[in-house]
């Protein structure tokens, strides 16, 4: 069965430092989403992405974020300048087409410790 | 700003009994929800989708969505140990799948 994957699983780094979390969505699918979820909260909405732009993006998704779609298979999510509350898991998430609704399917997630 | 509400549990039922999980939603606008089931440390995992008001069953889930009370809710049917976990309602406003918001989760265990 097709499935999202994310890499890596986990990534330390230290404050003010640059990250890039990977997103493999599932083939074919033509939109895609990052989330993340601070420990013990909600999963809470970054962005979504569609025909190689970003569609839709929330208040948390500010200048310090962006995502690209540098080839075919990659999604990926960049965080410039790390800060401690950006510690969190980040979910990255792919819909096929309007035959398939809404329903978005997430990848396991990259586990992001900002030290 | 969209509000979407769960009791955050836990809710504690013995194995073979029904479980029942609630959600409410702020905006009249909706038009998609879903149910996720999320392990601890691990991601959503989509169990189903609703989006006309009435009951839609699964195997043994069973959605049921009141649009006029906004309200959604999840019943799950024999409940086995296996379904531990935190259940997450999410809705979005449209039909082109952009933003889910998510409820902050209904703990649920079950004991054997």
């Given at each position: ?20 979390l ?34 839709e ?56 410790t900002?030290? | ?8 549990g ?37 169990i ?65």
């Amino acid at each position: 069965e097709p499935e999202v994957t994310q890499t890596p699983s986990h990534q330390v780094t230290q404050m003010g430092q640059e990250v890039i979390l990977r997103c493999v969505p599932i083939s074919n699918h033509l939109y895609f989403y990052w989330y993340r979820q601070i420990l013990g909260q909600k999963v809470e909405f970054l962005v979504s992405f569609y025909n190689n732009e970003i569609s839709e993006k929330s208040e948390i998704f500010d200048d310090q974020f962006s995502v690209e779609r540098p080839d075919g298979s990659n999604f990926t999510l960049k965080i410039r300048s790390t800060k401690l509350e950006d510690s969190a898991m980040y979910f990255c998430a792919s819909r096929g087409t309007l035959l398939s609704y809404n329903e978005q399917f997430f990848g396991p997630g990259t586990r992001l410790t900002v030290l | 700003q969209k509000e979407v509400e769960q009791n955050s549990g836990p809710l504690s039922v013995p194995e073979g009994a029904i479980a029942s999980l609630n959600c409410t939603y702020s905006d009249r606008g909706s038009q998609s929800f879903f149910w996720y089931r999320q392990y601890s440390g691990k991601s959503p995992e989509l169990i189903m989708s609703i989006y006309s008001n009435g009951d839609k069953e699964d195997g043994r889930f069973t959605a049921q969505l009141n649009k006029a009370s906004q309200y959604v809710s999840l019943l799950i049917r024999d409940s086995q140990p296996s379904d531990s976990a935190t259940y997450l309602c999410a809705e979005t406003r449209d039909n082109y799948g952009q933003n889910f918001v998510f409820g902050p989760g209904t703990r649920l265990s079950v004991l054997p």
